[in-house]
Structures are given as structure tokens and as C-alpha cells.
């Protein structure tokens, strides 16, 4: 968000240790800009691993039990189960070329050391970056001290010089030093050891502070702490910058600042609002008296958003352009001490806690409606505030809260694939023990369904028939019936159909009984018409597809809907009615694609290779079956039983027959290369292969009412129809990645196409001669 500047010395030295090294770790104090280093060769080399660079931010992480967690979420992963995550990981990079920049690793260094072991020692081709204020102390690892910034004088000040005068302008739009304010700068940044964060904070005040003055200031923050400066430090130094800034604020400044420390990751000013105003007077956690007086007038609900701007003034807060703001890890370490200070801490997390379980239960995913896509992306944005309500739930001893949030995320973590989180997050909500309730019911019954998805009856067996003992004693219908679908789904896993249809018959007896419809009702109907249809039993199947589907329709449903499209899809295909098929088929992408669901996109992307088998199209589902066994391999779960299994075996044979070995795994090879909207593009028949697929005979047209191209994008189109990277295009045309970036993604906006194969395929139809 602000202009990289200096560094220049530090970025080549790092170059050149990835260049004999796999480990390098970004050492220093806090505020003194590994962060940003990391992050920018990141982004420089980004385009020379084949898989990417990838960022995983650790600051919010409370212990190591979740840190392989959190490195498969930002590597968009699901696991099977809790306990193997670390494995997972090892074995999805063991051939992959990927960096990883492990950020804020000091407080979990044990942990971060044992996993960067483990990962590279199974990964020959990943290069891990970390920053820490202290070595890992792993075998291998080079280790890159990031000093602060020269101070003015020496070689290099300059930077400080400049980083002072960028941020100034950014608060004093056209600020100018003026030959008097050059020295005091100077002084300044000397005095601030030349620390980039210490000199973004005084440079915030300028809009209150001549330069003078903020020097001044800052000599007597100094003196306060005693002693001969050299003898500080460098952590000292920032710490009383930190505590100048701190003195600086008004008293609900600094409330707020200590309060907006209990968000681990980002956060939006409703949620700010409700966490960080002063609670009812029940809630007993008035305003911090660590604050000081000034803090005495509190801070109602109504003057959150003033304040909040304010400290984004003074760069304490940083408003992110997505319009969602954070702290820094050091600005909240500073702030989470404060809070301890005001003994504030345990209610602020019960506080935040209670608030995201309500977003929960205000964006129900279980609900049938038509905003379940919106729902889901709302939710997705608080993944890490999610998690660390969880952690508080499962660690305070409080029963109720754990098993709410737990059997309220069950449809998150489906949608997401997140089969080895919420193993561990329900795993631990059920471990306590306590009182019969419902949610416990649903908690234990769905971390069943969960075992049996990655392949372990043994587990889940045991765990079912807890949950119908819990059921039978909370003597709830709606409850037991929900039990009851869960053990069905479980028989599915088993491939035991019969037992399958009927506890979904018992389940669905009582749905219908008591009018009750949720996600899971359809989700039900939809398995058990599955169940008919694997036995032949193709018109009951077809009837319940329907039933289903009028549901939908009466709800305004979309993501039930999907997987009655499958069912009905697989149906079709299994009765020979090939067109019936890929238009089910069609619809059931289109609303899978829109909801980012990448176990339902591998589903369907797996009938999709068997309509392509069926209709003269080996290739093409060959090319699908390779990106599938792609996901399933990322994905890691046995996602609806051996029966599910035949579908792209049966596909894989009819393709292996037709094209011969030696190009069937050609083909499967490269479709395991491909990203998942290349994927969806094969499908779709958005390829530029000529006809076929789900899709319309052709090339991809332009949306009705596209914008005609510049001559500056159609030369940039031609270049992505060549098979070349945003990174290439730069290069080729000597502009900047970023412009690169901004031409491709204004293309697909004009066109309205998703992938870079549909602009390949209409640069071709437009010139088929390549003139």
C-alpha cells in the first residue's frame, strides 16, 4: 500500500542466498521492515517457481497445534485430519516448485523450525523464506540479519531521508522539507535508529507537529527511559516510539488501540464497532484504566468509526484497499500488553468471540435461500478471526460456546474443503465432554461424516453411535433425524447402500413430518437418490432429483441445487441420455463455479470426463481426468465412496481405449497442470479446442456490449494466445509485471471471459491466419 524504498543491498543478498540456499531467515527487530523485504523479492521471483510464491502470515496464531493448519489455508488446501496435517503438506510439495514465505515465526520458532524441516526434507524443489526476530536453527538454514535503515550521513542514509519525505506527503499531500526541516529530519531518523516503522510513525504526526517539534518530543520519550542510548537497542528504541505514539493518542485512542489488538488478522468497521465499543454495563469491562483519564469518557458504539480514522491518520491502523483495516504485529503486541494491563483481555475475547459466532448465525450457511453465495464469501473473509474464536471457545473451558461455533461452521468448512481444520476444531469441541445437547449431536455425528471422508470407518463408526446416544437423550426429533442422515452419509463412504437408504428414509420421514428444510434435508434427498441411482433404480432416483429440485426452486437454493444437478447428470449419463446429461451437467458448474467450491467443482469435473468418454472426446477427458486426480490428491478425501469411484474409472478406460496409452497419459498430464478455471474452461468447451464440451460449438465470443480492445490490449492478447506469462509480456513489451497484470485482467473484464485459454482461443478465431 505505500512505495518500497531502499534495500536495495539487503534484496540482492537475498537473491543470492535462494540462489545456493532453500532456508534463508530474515532476522531483526520488530519494525524494521523484513516483512516488506520478503514480501517484495517474493513478488520479484515469483514467476521463476513453477507453483508460485506463497505468503503465510503468523502473527494471529496463538500455538503450533494450528500452524500446519494455517500454512494449508494459504496454500488453499484441505487435509484429512487434524493430526497429519504436517504429512499432508510434505506430501503435496514433495514435486512441486514452490517458494513459501513463513512470516512472524518468534513466538512459534520451535514449531516453524520443526515444520521447514519436514518440508524441505520432503520437498527438494520448495525454498522457504522466514522472518523471525530470532534463527530457527534448522540444519541448512542461512541466516540474513536485516539492519536497520543508514542513518542521514552515512552510506545509504539517504533512504531514511526518503522513506521519512514519501509518508510525510502521504499525510500532507504536496509536503516539501524545507532546508531547516532537513536537518531535523535528519536528526531524527538517527535518533529513531532507522527503523522503517519508527520513522512511518513520526512522520504520521506531521499533521499535527512541525518536524521540530515531533523531534523534540521523541528526545524527551528518551531521556525518560535513561541510560546511554547505545545500550537501548534497537527493540528499545522502537518500543518507545511505539509508547511516544501511544502517549500521543487521546484516551479513546487508546482504548481502541488496545481493544482492535484482540483481531488476530483483518477485521471491517461493523465488527470493530461491535467488539471494541464499551460493552453493556453487564458485561462488566468498562474502559481501560491503564488508559489514563483521558480514557475516562469512554467510547460508545457511535464514535468507533471517528476514532478508528483518526488512528489510520496517525498510522497505527493501516485501512487496507479492500476496505478492511489491521494492525501491525507490532502495533497489536503493544496493544494486546495494554489490554493485559487493563485486565481487559478475557472479556474483549469472549467479546469476540460471541460477535463472530452471531455473524454465523446471521449468514446461516445451513439455511435454504438465495443468498447462500454472498453468505459464504462474507464468511470466507473472517477465516482467521474464525479460527481464533475457536481457539478461544475450545481453550476457556466453556462447553456451549465451542459446540455452537463448531456445528455452526459445518457448512463452511464443506464448502471449503477443509476436512483436516474441521477435524481438529471439532475434535476438540467434542473432547471435553458435558452436558447432551444438540449441538454436541450435530458436532459428533458431522466429525463422523468428516472420519468417514477421509476414508477412517473405523473412526467414525464409534463417533455416530455417541451421537445417537446424545440424541436419544436430548429426546430432540429434529436432532436425531439429523443423526440419522449423518449415518446414512457414512453408509455411503462404506458403500453399504442399503443401509444408507434407509436411515436417509428415517431422516427425511421426520423433515417431512415436522416441515423442517435446511442444507442438509436436500443434501439428504440428493444422497439417497445417488444410492438408487448406483443401483439401477433409475426412475425412483429421478423422482427424488425432482422433489429436490422443487425445494430449490421454492427456496431460491443454488448450492443444493448443484449437487441435485450432479445426481441428476450422473443419472442421465448412466441411462445413455447424453444431452440430458451435459445440460444438468452445464447448470451444475455454472452454480458451482460461482460458489468457489473445489470438492464440488472435482465432482463435476469428474462427470464431465465421463460425458466427454461417451461423446468421441477421449482427449478432453483425459485432459479433465488428469486435473481432477489433481484435486483429489489436494483435496484428500474419499469424497463419496466406491461407488463414486467407477464414475472416473469407467471414463478413464473408455479414453485409455480409444487414444492408446502413450497419449492417454500425455493428455492426463497436461490436464494436471492446468489451474482450475483451465479446467472448468475444458468442461465448458471455453478451450478454443473447436466443439465439444459442455459448452456452445466455436470459439468463446465477447459478452453482449464488450468494449472494443485498445490496439495496446489486442498486442498484449496476442502475446497471452502465444502461450506467454504476465512476467514474459512484461519483459517482451518493457513495462512493469503490474502493468502487465492490470492489461490481462481489464481484457478478460471487456471480453467477459474467466481463463487466458478463452483469449488464446478468440485471438485465434479473430485471426486465423496469425496476421
Given at each position: 500500500?505505500?512505495?518500497?524504498?531502499?534495500?536495495?543491498?539487503?534484496?540482492?543478498?537475498?537473491?543470492?542466498?535462494?540462489?545456493?540456499?532453500?532456508?534463508?531467515?530474515?532476522?531483526?527487530?520488530?519494525?524494521?521492515?523484513?516483512?516488506?523485504?520478503?514480501?517484495?523479492?517474493?513478488?520479484?521471483?515469483?514467476g521463476?517457481?513453477?507453483?508460485?510464491?506463497?505468503?503465510?502470515?503468523?502473527?494471529?496464531?496463538r500455538?503450533?497445534?494450528?500452524?500446519?493448519?494455517?500454512?494449508a489455508?494459504?496454500?488453499?488446501?484441505?487435509?484429512?485430519?487434524?493430526?497429519?496435517?504436517?504429512?499432508?503438506?510434505?506430501?503435496?510439495?514433495?514435486?512441486?516448485?514452490?517458494?513459501?514465505?513463513?512470516?512472524?515465526?518468534?513466538?512459534?520458532?520451535?514449531?516453524?523450525?520443526?515444520?521447514?524441516?519436514?518440508?524441505?526434507?520432503?520437498?527438494?524443489?520448495?525454498?522457504?523464506?522466514?522472518?523471525?526476530?530470532?534463527?530457527?536453527?534448522?540444519?541448512?538454514?542461512?541466516?540474513?540479519?536485516?539492519?536497520?535503515?543508514?542513518?542521514?550521513g552515512?552510506?545509504?542514509?539517504?533512504?531514511?531521508?526518503?522513506?521519512?519525505?514519501?509518508?510525510?506527503?502521504?499525510?500532507?499531500?504536496?509536503?516539501?522539507?524545507?532546508?531547516?526541516?532537513?536537518?531535523?529530519i535528519?536528526?531524527?531518523?538517527?535518533?529513531?535508529?532507522?527503523?522503517?516503522?519508527?520513522?512511518?510513525?513520526?512522520?504520521?504526526?506531521?499533521?499535527?507537529?512541525?518536524?521540530?517539534?515531533?523531534?523534540?518530543?521523541?528526545?524527551?520519550?528518551?531521556?525518560?527511559?535513561?541510560?546511554?542510548?547505545?545500550?537501548?537497542?534497537?527493540?528499545?528504541?522502537?518500543?518507545?516510539?511505539?509508547?511516544?505514539?501511544?502517549?500521543?493518542?487521546?484516551?479513546?485512542?487508546?482504548?481502541?488501540?488496545?481493544?482492535?489488538?484482540?483481531?488476530?488478522?483483518?477485521?471491517?468497521?461493523?465488527?470493530?464497532?461491535e467488539?471494541?465499543?464499551?460493552?453493556?454495563?453487564?458485561?462488566?469491562?468498562?474502559?481501560?484504566?491503564?488508559?489514563?483519564?483521558?480514557a475516562?469518557?469512554?467510547?460508545?458504539?457511535?464514535?468507533?468509526?471517528?476514532?478508528?480514522?483518526?488512528?489510520?491518520?496517525?498510522?497505527?491502523?493501516?485501512?487496507?484497499?479492500?476496505?478492511?483495516?489491521?494492525?501491525?504485529?507490532?502495533i497489536?503486541?503493544?496493544?494486546?500488553?495494554?489490554?493485559?494491563?487493563?485486565?481487559?483481555?478475557?472479556?474483549?475475547?469472549?467479546?469476540?468471540?460471541?460477535?463472530?459466532?452471531?455473524?454465523?448465525?446471521?449468514?446461516?450457511?445451513?439455511?435454504?435461500?438465495?443468498?447462500?453465495a454472498?453468505?459464504?464469501?462474507?464468511?470466507?473473509?473472517?477465516?482467521?478471526?474464525l479460527?481464533?474464536?475457536?481457539?478461544?471457545?475450545?481453550?476457556?473451558?466453556?462447553?456451549?460456546?465451542?459446540?455452537?461455533l463448531?456445528?455452526?461452521m459445518?457448512?463452511?468448512?464443506?464448502?471449503?474443503?477443509?476436512?483436516?481444520?474441521?477435524?481438529?476444531?471439532?475434535?476438540?469441541?467434542?473432547?471435553?465432554?458435558?452436558?447432551?445437547?444438540?449441538?454436541?449431536?450435530?458436532?459428533?455425528?458431522?466429525?463422523?461424516?468428516?472420519a468417514?471422508?477421509?476414508g477412517?470407518?473405523?473412526?467414525?463408526?464409534?463417533?455416530?453411535?455417541?451421537?445417537?446416544?446424545?440424541a436419544?437423550?436430548?429426546?430432540?426429533?429434529?436432532?436425531?433425524?439429523?443423526?440419522?442422515?449423518?449415518a446414512?452419509?457414512?453408509?455411503?463412504?462404506?458403500?453399504?447402500?442399503?443401509?444408507?437408504?434407509?436411515?436417509?428414509?428415517?431422516?427425511?420421514?421426520?423433515?417431512?413430518?415436522?416441515?423442517?428444510?435446511?442444507?442438509?434435508?436436500?443434501?439428504?434427498?440428493?444422497?439417497?437418490?445417488?444410492?438408487?441411482?448406483?443401483?439401477?433404480?433409475?426412475?425412483?432416483?429421478?423422482?427424488?432429483?425432482?422433489?429436490?429440485?422443487?425445494?430449490?426452486?421454492?427456496?431460491?437454493d443454488?448450492?443444493?441445487?448443484?449437487?441435485?444437478?450432479?445426481?441428476?447428470?450422473?443419472?442421465?449419463?448412466?441411462?445413455?441420455?447424453?444431452?440430458?446429461?451435459?445440460?444438468?451437467?452445464?447448470?451444475c458448474?455454472?452454480?458451482?463455479?460461482?460458489?468457489?467450491?473445489?470438492?464440488?467443482?472435482?465432482?463435476?469435473?469428474?462427470?464431465a470426463?465421463?460425458?466427454?468418454?461417451?461423446?468421441?472426446?477421449?482427449?478432453?477427458?483425459?485432459?479433465?481426468?488428469?486435473?481432477?486426480?489433481?484435486?483429489?490428491?489436494?483435496?484428500?478425501?474419499?469424497?463419496?465412496?466406491?461407488?463414486?469411484?467407477?464414475?472416473?474409472?469407467?471414463a478413464?478406460?473408455?479414453?485409455?481405449?480409444?487414444?492408446?496409452?502413450?497419449r492417454?497419459?500425455?493428455?492426463?498430464?497436461?490436464?494436471?497442470a492446468?489451474?482450475?478455471?483451465?479446467?472448468?474452461?475444458?468442461?465448458?468447451?471455453?478451450?478454443?479446442?473447436?466443439?465439444?464440451?459442455?459448452g456452445?460449438?466455436?470459439?468463446?465470443?465477447?459478452?453482449?456490449?464488450?468494449?472494443?480492445?485498445?490496439?495496446?490490449?489486442?498486442?498484449?492478447?496476442?502475446?497471452?494466445?502465444?502461450?506467454?506469462?504476465?512476467?514474459?509480456?512484461?519483459?517482451?513489451?518493457?513495462?512493469?509485471?503490474?502493468?502487465?497484470?492490470?492489461?490481462?485482467?481489464?481484457?478478460?473484464?471487456?471480453?467477459?471471459?474467466?481463463?487466458?485459454?478463452?483469449?488464446?482461443?478468440?485471438?485465434?478465431?479473430?485471426?486465423?491466419?496469425?496476421?
Open positions: 500500500m505505500t512505495r518500497f524504498i531502499g534495500r536495495e543491498a539487503e534484496l540482492a543478498q537475498l537473491r543470492g542466498l535462494l540462489d545456493r540456499a532453500r532456508l534463508v531467515t530474515l532476522t531483526g527487530p520488530g519494525g524494521v521492515g523484513k516483512t516488506r523485504l520478503a514480501l517484495r523479492l517474493a513478488d520479484e521471483l515469483r521463476s517457481y513453477a507453483d508460485g510464491a506463497w505468503h503465510v502470515e503468523l502473527s494471529g496464531l500455538d503450533t497445534e494450528t500452524l500446519a493448519h494455517a500454512v489455508s494459504a496454500l488453499r488446501l484441505a487435509g484429512r485430519a487434524g493430526g497429519d496435517q504436517l504429512d499432508q503438506l510434505a506430501d503435496h510439495l514433495a514435486d512441486r516448485h514452490l517458494l513459501l514465505v513463513l512470516d512472524t515465526c518468534e513466538h512459534l520458532v520451535d514449531g516453524c523450525a520443526m515444520l521447514s524441516e519436514v518440508l524441505l526434507r520432503a520437498a527438494p524443489r520448495l525454498s522457504v523464506i522466514a522472518t523471525s526476530r530470532e534463527p530457527l536453527e534448522v540444519i541448512g538454514e542461512h541466516i540474513l540479519p536485516v539492519a536497520p535503515l543508514p542513518a542521514p552515512e552510506e545509504g542514509g539517504s533512504a531514511a531521508l526518503e522513506l521519512f519525505a514519501d509518508r510525510a506527503a502521504a499525510v500532507l499531500p504536496g509536503y516539501a522539507a524545507t532546508e531547516g526541516d532537513r536537518a531535523a535528519a536528526r531524527l531518523c538517527r535518533r529513531l535508529d532507522g527503523i522503517p516503522l519508527a520513522i512511518e510513525l513520526a512522520a504520521a504526526r506531521l499533521r499535527a507537529l512541525s518536524v521540530e517539534q515531533i523531534a523534540e518530543r521523541l528526545d524527551d520519550r528518551f531521556r525518560l527511559l535513561g541510560g546511554a542510548r547505545a545500550s537501548r537497542g534497537r527493540h528499545q528504541t522502537l518500543r518507545a516510539t511505539i509508547a511516544w505514539s501511544h502517549d500521543l493518542c487521546t484516551g479513546p485512542e487508546r482504548l481502541l488501540w488496545a481493544r482492535l489488538s484482540v483481531f488476530p488478522a483483518d477485521f471491517d468497521l461493523e465488527s470493530a464497532e467488539v471494541c465499543a464499551d460493552p453493556p454495563p453487564d458485561e462488566g469491562a468498562g474502559p481501560s484504566p491503564h488508559a489514563g483519564p483521558r475516562a469518557a469512554a467510547l460508545p458504539a457511535a464514535d468507533v468509526l471517528d476514532v478508528l480514522r483518526r488512528l489510520v491518520d496517525k498510522s497505527i491502523v493501516l485501512h487496507t484497499p479492500t476496505g478492511r483495516y489491521r494492525l501491525l504485529g507490532t497489536r503486541e503493544y496493544g494486546l500488553e495494554e489490554l493485559d494491563r487493563a485486565g481487559e483481555r478475557a472479556a474483549l475475547a469472549r467479546r469476540h468471540r460471541d460477535h463472530y459466532l452471531a455473524l454465523l448465525e446471521r449468514h446461516d450457511l445451513g439455511a435454504l435461500g438465495p443468498g447462500q454472498g453468505a459464504l464469501a462474507r464468511i470466507r473473509l473472517e477465516h482467521a478471526n479460527r481464533a474464536a475457536l481457539d478461544h471457545a475450545t481453550a476457556s473451558g466453556e462447553d456451549g460456546p465451542a459446540l455452537r463448531a456445528d455452526r459445518i457448512y463452511y468448512w464443506i464448502s471449503n474443503g477443509l476436512i483436516g481444520e474441521a477435524c481438529h476444531w471439532l475434535g476438540k469441541a467434542i473432547a471435553r465432554g458435558g452436558p447432551a445437547t444438540p449441538d454436541r449431536a450435530r458436532a459428533t455425528a458431522q466429525c463422523a461424516v468428516y468417514a471422508m477421509r477412517d470407518l473405523g473412526e467414525a463408526r464409534p463417533l455416530l453411535a455417541a451421537a445417537t446416544g446424545v436419544a437423550e436430548v429426546g430432540d426429533p429434529e436432532c436425531a433425524a439429523f443423526v440419522e442422515g449423518c446414512g452419509l457414512v453408509a455411503v463412504y462404506a458403500g453399504d447402500h442399503r443401509a444408507a437408504r434407509e436411515r436417509f428414509e428415517r431422516a427425511l420421514a421426520v423433515h417431512d413430518r415436522v416441515g423442517h428444510r435446511e442444507v442438509f434435508t436436500l443434501q439428504f434427498i440428493s444422497a439417497l437418490a445417488g444410492t438408487h441411482c448406483l443401483d439401477g433404480a433409475f426412475g425412483e432416483a429421478e423422482e427424488l432429483c425432482a422433489r429436490s429440485l422443487r425445494i430449490s426452486d421454492e427456496t431460491g443454488r448450492w443444493c441445487r448443484s449437487y441435485t444437478l450432479w445426481t441428476l447428470g450422473s443419472l442421465h449419463l448412466l441411462r445413455g441420455d447424453l444431452d440430458a446429461a451435459r445440460a444438468a451437467l452445464r447448470e458448474l455454472e452454480i458451482r463455479r460461482s460458489f468457489g467450491e473445489e470438492m464440488g467443482l472435482a465432482m463435476a469435473l469428474d462427470l470426463a465421463g460425458c466427454a468418454a461417451r461423446t468421441g472426446e477421449p482427449e478432453r477427458a483425459a485432459v479433465l481426468l488428469g486435473a481432477t486426480g489433481r484435486l483429489w490428491r489436494v483435496l484428500r478425501t474419499d469424497m463419496a465412496g466406491p461407488g463414486y469411484a467407477l464414475l472416473p474409472a469407467t478413464g478406460d473408455l479414453a485409455r481405449r480409444a487414444l492408446g496409452r502413450e492417454y497419459e500425455a493428455a492426463r498430464a497436461r490436464g494436471a492446468l489451474s482450475l478455471d483451465e479446467a472448468l474452461a475444458v468442461a465448458l468447451g471455453e478451450d478454443g479446442r473447436g466443439p465439444g464440451g459442455l456452445s460449438p466455436g470459439a468463446p465470443r465477447p459478452a453482449p456490449g464488450a468494449a472494443p480492445l485498445t490496439r495496446r490490449e489486442r498486442e498484449i492478447a496476442a502475446l497471452v494466445a502465444e502461450g506467454l506469462s504476465n512476467r514474459e509480456i512484461a519483459e517482451r513489451l518493457v513495462i512493469a509485471k503490474r502493468t502487465a497484470d492490470s492489461h490481462v485482467e481489464h481484457i478478460l473484464a471487456k471480453l467477459g471471459f474467466r481463463s487466458r485459454t478463452q483469449i488464446a482461443a478468440w485471438v485465434s478465431a479473430e485471426d486465423p491466419d496469425g496476421d
